[in-house]
């Protein structure tokens, strides 16, 4: 269902006074009993979240026991329906990987943070090939400072809102305490390789009282580095241009401070300040084969190329009230995205070709509020109502006036770059419902709707239903589904991001000569009707479930296809369309045996991607293994002493089999990457009550993958690797 309005001010004004006068609401983990206690106040981002199928918690003992190496997706990424992919048509930027939910791709995930969206990869120019050389945003909270992650897909991510088609995932940190702890915790990764990165992390955190238990607060800071790969690591293995995983360095503080204005009424206020900054490792574009201009490639490797400086400020209050429970916020994110300056024109789209930084600014103001309150009507029910605003401004010299066409008249778009504006801005006002209904003892039926407007794309209604139902004793069964979507960016619709190129970006067999890509402001938002249905098992500790799914996408925007006229000087004009239709179904299952109550526990998932295509081209959406096994054998040995041996197994990654592109034509991989196993092994041990240490190593058989010059199935998998870390806490 898609409508577009045109009279489009009032109707973000109408919104915006409807989430100032309704707040909102999330679920209260402790009562109000124990609030009047004295103990904190805890919220989480979803009430009912266990109702709904598709969703996974990762906990801070899980992190503690299999720390990942620098990113949370290394960790995230072992949870059902998830993988990492560079959602790459050409190969390039294979090594920079980032979540991807049920074969959705990057930007079909959505990241939050203590239940507010993080976007500073947006900050990053979207290619002609729609892929961004970025990190994604899971590396910004330091993994000793996680309380847990929820990892939510399918139909129950639908009332998130644009970005959440694949799905959700929420990175939940450290609440302040009521007394006074800290930690201080060192961690290193060293590859047997010496060619691989090392990885050396610290951090600290503080959290207790600054006025009994009125005014409290938490705070932390990280160091963490990783090493690039050496620059000949894929050429010395099999002879390849590309490069291998460049290096990150990160440095956060980060603070919050809560005040308990009553027993049931909490105010916090957060900041966070954060840098990232890349260790060069080569051109992504080597994956073609491609030289630099002047040898910069080959003259920055180890250098910093690019920065990435957020910050993000944040006041937020929880309520429990006679008649339920609240929840309103105001957040403010700004990144400043400084990079060497790159090519925007067809083969070398991409490469550095000046020492000279430029830096876009990304900033979103977002409020958002949740109501949540029983009702007795005819059954038990748990009614949620909210409302949200964001508004994002890009401010990109860089990307937005790259190509100078000064002499050249473009359709309406304006050639020389100083008649462009590098700036473009959109609001998107929201309203949902949802309805936790206790239809019977053993029936939860959880009707949604969410209606969103976009200042520039009208529009979009997202309805969802989710239902579980108990089958007896044992059994449970739940289905949903939903109407998800995905506004266009704001690279795609602004005027002034020009792309060009003699007719290595040109699409493949539809047009000859050089080509103009200019933005399109009459796009509609990509939708996604998400399906799911999963039978689940539970019996005194032992957890079986399967769940099948099926996306089928709709209105995905890809750099045109079609000419749309001819620039004065005769190049043809192409523009961002809403390219087509796609299709991604999978299995999804998991197992819980506990072997010896309270001792030796064996957990295990599984991922089968039954189809992931692109109806135009029978290409997939994103490059991911065929199916994914992910097996832990949990043993508790003493109340000190705890080891697991985890073993992760891809199935074969099939290459794309249709250039899509003029690009591609001689260089689409026609290879693909075989099945393979990874397997690990960690020790954790209570040395004393103050002080934990854990030890293992990764990739124990030392599988090892090397990039191909060509084709974005293939990447670095690093080799065995030791790490250890030691944390002191009072």
Known sequence: MNVTFRDKKPSAAVLLAGLITT?????????????????????????????????????????????????????????????????????????????????????????????????????VRYSWRGERDTRGDTNWVPPEMVERIE?????????????????????????????????????????????????????????????????????????????????????????????????????????????????????????????????????????????????????????????????SYGITHNGIWDWGQSRLGFNYEKTDNTRLKEGTTGSVEGMINSTTYSTSRLESYRANGEVSFPVELLVEQTVTLGAEWNRDELNDPASMLATNASNVVIGDVAGDPAARSSKNSAE???????????????????????????????????????????????????????????????????????????????????????????????????????????LEFSDNGYVAGITWFRNDYQNKIVSGTEVIGYASNGNNILRWENGGKAVVEGLEGNMTIPLIRDTLEWRTNATWMLTSESKKTGNPLSVIPEYTINT?????????????????MYGRQKPRSTAEIRTEVGSLSNKEIGAYSVVGLNLNYDLTKELRANVGVSNLFDKRLYRENEGASTYNEPGRAYYAGLTMAF
């Open 151 to 311: 990892v939510i897909r399918g139909p129950a991510a639908a009332r998130y809102g644009s970005g959440a088609a694949g799905g959700v995932v929420n990175i939940i940190t450290k609440r302040p305490t009521n007394d006074w702890h800290g930690s201080l915790s060192l961690y290193t990764n060293q590859p047997e390789n010496e060619k691989e990165g090392a990885t050396k992390r610290t951090n600290f955190s503080l959290s207790g009282p600054l006025a009994g238990d009125v005014l409290t607060m938490r705070l932390y800071g990280n160091l963490n580095k990783t090493d690039a790969d050496d620059f000949d690591i894929n050429t010395r293995e099999n002879g390849s241009y590309a490069a291998g995983r460049e290096g990150v360095r990160n440095k956060d503080i980060n603070a919050i401070v809560s005040w308990k204005m009553t027993p049931l009424q909490m105010l916090d206020f957060s900041y966070g300040y954060s840098r990232q900054g890349n260790i060069y490792a080569g051109d992504t574009q080597y994956s073609n084969g491609n030289k630099s201009k002047n040898g910069l490639v080959e003259s920055l490797y180890g250098e910093e190329t690019n920065r990435l400086y957020r910050q």
């Open 632 to 648: 832990m054998l949990d043993w508790q040995v003493t109340d000190k002493l705890s080891t697991a041996v985890n073993w992760t």
């Open 428 to 534: 998107l006002s929201s309203l949902w419902f949802e309805d936790n209904i206790a239809a019977t003892d053993t029936t939860e039926i959880i009707p949604g709707l969410r209606f969103d407007y976009h200042d520039n794309f009208g529009a979009n209604w997202s309805p969802s239903l989710n239902i579980s139902q108990g089958l007896g004793e044992y059994f449970t069964l739940k289905a949903g589904i939903a109407r998800a979507f995905k506004a266009p960016n704001l690279y795609q619709s602004s005027e002034g991001y020009l792309l060009s190129t003699r007719g290595n970006g040109c699409p493949k067999d539809v047009v000859s000569g050089s080509c103009y890509l200019v933005g399109n402001d009459d796009l509609q938002a990509e939708v996604s009707i998400n399906k799911e249905v999963g």
């Open 23 to 123: 707040t909102a609401v999330t679920a209260a983990e402790e009562q109000s009993d124990k609030l009047a206690e004295g103990e904190s106040m805890i919220v989480t981002a979803e009430q009912e979240l266990k109702q709904q199928p598709g969703v996974s918690t990762i906990t801070a003992e899980d992190i503690r026991k299999t720390p990942p190496v620098n990113d949370l997706s290394d960790i995230i990424r072992k949870m059902p329906g998830v993988n990492l992919t560079g959602n790459s048509a050409s190969g390039s930027r294979g090594n920079n990987r980032q979540i991807d939910i049920r074969g959705m791709g990057p930007e079909n995930t959505l990241i939050l943070v203590d239940g507010v969206p993080v976007t500073s990869r947006n900050s």
